[in-house]
């Protein structure tokens, strides 16, 4: 059973830069589809970023893009998202997630993702 565990998150005001981790407990992020979902409290999980299997291809949900960048270490077990010019509305836990069966497109939603960390919280102020 692989484990993930995030790091990363906290309280920031607007416009600040935060870089999430997720480490998992075993040689991992090769070759596997990974992804960056967030719940704000009331709403359903919705998807952030992520990587297709082969590490081609990379997907951010509107909102977020030319602010945030997902990426993966394999070699450190690790994956990151780094979190740009921060807002308010980008206030919820976060949570990293693997696919382990291959795919060649980038995995968007929940069901697919065999792997979840507990979570981060960050918490934007204005």
């Known amino acids: 059973q692989v484990q993930l565990v995030e790091s990363g998150g906290g309280l920031v005001q607007a416009g600040d830069s935060l870089r999430l981790s997720c480490a998992a407990s075993e040689r991992t992020f090769s070759n596997v589809a990974v992804g960056w979902f967030r719940q704000a409290p009331g709403k359903e999980r919705e998807f952030v970023a992520g990587?297709?299997?082969?590490?081609?291809?990379?997907s951010y949900r509107n909102s977020v893009k030319g602010r945030f960048t997902i990426s993966r270490e394999s070699a450190k077990n690790t994956m990151y998202l780094q979190m740009n010019s921060l807002k308010p509305e980008d206030t919820a836990v976060y949570y990293c997630?693997?696919?382990?069966?291959?795919?060649?497109?980038?995995?968007?939603?929940?069901?697919?993702?065999?792997?979840w960390g507990q979570g981060t919280q960050v918490t934007v102020s204005s």
């Open positions: 997630a693997v696919r382990r069966s291959w795919t060649v497109r980038v995995v968007t939603t929940p069901p697919e993702y065999d792997y």
């Open positions: 990587i297709s299997s082969s590490g081609v291809s990379t």
